[in-house]
C-alpha cells in the first residue's frame, strides 16, 4: 500500500465518525451520537484449519439504517465476514456486537435480527415457495404471520408463484425466494452476500429496487460485491477488503471526492510532437497523436492550475478548439486502491 494511502485508510477509519460529524445536520448527528452502531466488529481475526488466514484484524461498526457496500476481489474474505458475523464461521480472534448482542454469548439474539441471502444458490427443490418462506420463520421460533409472508412475497412479485415449486423457477426467481426467506423474520439487518453475481440486468435493477424500498422501511442493509456500479448506485457507505484486511471505510461520496481525480483534454488546433520544456512535469500529456493535451489534477487541491495553464499555453502558442472534463468513477478509485495494497 503506498504512503498516501495507507495514511489515508488510517484516518478515514480512525476520523470516521468525526468527519461525518462535521458535514451532517444538528439533527442527524444528535441521532448518529445516541444511536450505538447496529454492529460492531472488533479486531476479527480467521485462520481456517487449513492455516489459511482469511481475515487480519478486522474492526468496523455499522450504521444503524444505512447500505453498507463491502467491496473486494475474490477470496478477500467478504463471505469469511458475513459468515463470522451470522454465526455460521468461527472467528479466530476479535468480537461481534448485533445491536448490543454478543453473537457467542447471546447467539440466538443477535442471530433473530438478520436476515442472510447467501452467496450460493440453494433452497428445497419440491417444497412450495410459501412452505419454505413461512418454513424459515419458524426456523426463528417466530409465531406463524401469514400476512407478513403475504407481503414479503408480493413486495418481491413472487405472489403468483407461491404455490409453484420452488424447482420450477427461474434463476431470478429463486433469488428472490431466498431474499423472502431472509426477510421471513422480519430481521432489521439484512446481509446480501453478491445479490447480482451472474443475474440479468434487468434483474439487477429489481434487485436495487428492493434494497431501496428495504432501507426506507428501516433495514439496515450489508451487501458485498465485486461490481462498483453496484455499490456507486446503492450504497451509502463502502468498505474495501483486500487479502483479509480492510483498507479502507468511507462515505460513498466523500470518497469519489477524496480520491477521485479529473482530466481535462483540451483538443488543440495542431498536431504537437513535444510540449515546450517549461510545460513538462506539469501532469500534462499528448494524446491522440498529438492532437489532444490531457491534464491531469487533484479535485482536492486548493488550486486546479487550470487558469495558469491556459495562460501558459496560449504564451507557447498552443490553441485548443474544444474541451471536456471526466471525473474518475468509483471504479478507477477501486482498481487503483486494490493494485496499490498489493
Ligand atoms: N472453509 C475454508 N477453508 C479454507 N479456506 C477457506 C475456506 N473458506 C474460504 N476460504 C478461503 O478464504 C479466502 C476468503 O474467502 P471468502 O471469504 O469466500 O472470500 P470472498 O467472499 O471475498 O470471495 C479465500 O482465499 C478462500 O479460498
Ligand atoms: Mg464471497
Not at 478486522?58 to 439504517?65: E, N, P, S
Not at 447467539?107 to 441471502?117: C, D, F, K, T
Not at 432489521?188 to 434483474?203: K, M, N, Y
Amino acid at each position: 500500500m503506498s504512503t498516501t494511502c495507507r495514511d489515508l485508510c488510517s484516518s478515514a477509519i480512525s476520523n470516521q465518525g468525526q468527519r461525518a460529524a462535521d458535514k451532517t445536520s444538528p439533527a442527524s448527528l444528535v441521532y448518529r451520537v445516541r444511536m450505538p452502531p447496529i454492529i460492531s466488529v472488533s479486531n476479527l481475526s480467521k485462520t481456517y484449519a487449513s492455516g489459511f488466514c482469511a481475515l487480519k484484524g478486522i474492526t468496523l461498526d455499522i450504521r444503524r439504517g444505512e447500505i453498507f457496500a463491502l467491496l473486494g476481489p475474490n477470496g478477500a474474505g467478504k463471505t469469511t465476514l458475513i459468515g463470522i458475523v451470522c454465526g455460521i464461521v468461527n472467528a479466530t480472534e476479535g468480537r461481534v456486537w448485533v445491536d448490543g448482542h454478543d453473537i457467542l454469548a447471546s447467539y440466538r439474539a443477535a442471530r433473530s435480527l438478520i436476515g442472510l441471502v447467501p452467496q450460493e444458490l440453494s433452497t428445497d427443490a419440491f417444497e412450495s415457495v410459501w412452505a419454505t418462506v413461512s418454513f424459515s420463520r419458524g426456523l426463528f421460533g417466530k409465531p406463524p404471520n401469514p400476512g407478513h409472508i403475504e407481503k414479503v412475497l408480493k413486495d418481491l412479485s413472487l405472489w403468483d408463484k407461491k404455490d409453484n415449486q420452488i424447482m420450477t423457477l427461474s434463476g431470478g426467481m429463486k433469488r428472490r425466494v431466498l431474499i423472502a426467506k431472509a426477510l421471513s423474520h422480519e430481521p432489521q439487518i439484512l446481509f446480501l452476500d453478491e445479490p447480482t453475481a451472474g443475474v440479468d440486468v434487468e434483474l439487477r435493477k429489481d434487485m436495487w429496487d428492493i434494497v431501496r424500498a428495504l432501507k426506507a422501511s428501516g433495514v439496515t442493509i450489508i451487501l458485498t460485491t465485486h461490481y462498483i456500479e453496484e455499490a456507486e448506485e446503492m450504497a451509502d457507505r463502502i468498505g474495501v477488503i483486500n487479502k483479509g484486511e480492510l483498507i479502507l471505510v468511507e462515505e460513498k461520496h466523500e470518497l469519489m471526492r477524496k480520491l477521485g481525480r479529473k482530466q481535462l483534454t483540451l483538443y488543440l488546433h495542431k498536431r504537437h510532437t513535444a510540449l515546450p520544456p517549461d510545460l513538462q512535469d506539469r501532469g500534462l500529456e499528448l494524446a491522440a497523436d498529438g492532437s489532444e493535451l490531457v491534464y491531469t489534477y487533484d479535485t482536492q487541491a486548493e488550486r486546479t492550475g487550470i487558469t495558469t495553464l491556459l495562460k501558459d499555453l496560449s504564451a507557447a502558442g498552443i490553441t485548443f478548439k474544444d474541451l471536456n472534463t471526466t471525473q474518475s468513477s468509483l471504479e478507477d478509485i477501486f482498481v487503483n486502491l486494490v493494485r496499490n495494497a498489493k
